[in-house]
C-alpha cells in the first residue's frame, strides 16, 4: 500500500466507478457513471476521491457540504464509500475517510452524516472505530 494515492475522481474513471458502486448493491454501467459525475462536475460542494494503487482504483469517498436548520455553518454528508472487495481490510477506507474528512474541515464543515443499511454490520463496526455514533433512523419515500 506504500504507493496508494488518493486523488479526485475524474470523468474518465467511470467505468471503475460503476465496478465499485455495484460492489455496493446499485448496479451499474460506465454510461449510468459517466452521466452522474457529469451531472456532479462543476458543482463545487461535491467531491469525489479514488484510491488508486500501482494505476487502478481500488476505492472511492464521495460527499458534499449542505446547510441545517439547527446547527449553524456547513455540513457534511457521505455519498458513497467503497474498497474493491480484494483490497479490504488494508486501511484503505480509514484513508479515504481521513481524506473526505480534511476536505470537509477544510470547507468549513463541522460534522459529517452518513446512512449504512441495516444489513452492512461490518460498515458499522468499520464507522464506530472511526469515532461515529448513531443517532435516528432513516426513512426513505420514492417519488
Not at 49 to 75: H, K, N, T
Amino acid at each position: 500500500m506504500n504507493d496508494l494515492a488518493i486523488l479526485e475522481a475524474k470523468t474518465t474513471d467511470a467505468a471503475d466507478l460503476a465496478r465499485l458502486v455495484s460492489q455496493l448493491g446499485y448496479p451499474s454501467t460506465e454510461q449510468d457513471m459517466a452521466e452522474r459525475l457529469e451531472a456532479l462536475a462543476g458543482q463545487p460542494e461535491y467531491v469525489l476521491f479514488v484510491a488508486e494503487e500501482s494505476g487502478r482504483i481500488v476505492g472511492l469517498v464521495g460527499a458534499f457540504l449542505g446547510y441545517a436548520l439547527e446547527f449553524s455553518g456547513p455540513w457534511g454528508r457521505l455519498m458513497g464509500l467503497v474498497v474493491d472487495e480484494p483490497y479490504r481490510g488494508r486501511g484503505i477506507g480509514r484513508r479515504l475517510m481521513e481524506r473526505i474528512e480534511g476536505w470537509l474541515r477544510d470547507h468549513g464543515a463541522t460534522r459529517l452524516t452518513l446512512t449504512s443499511g441495516k444489513q452492512r454490520t461490518e460498515a458499522h463496526r468499520f464507522y464506530r472505530r472511526l469515532g461515529y455514533e448513531e443517532t435516528g433512523l432513516r426513512f426513505v419515500k420514492r417519488l
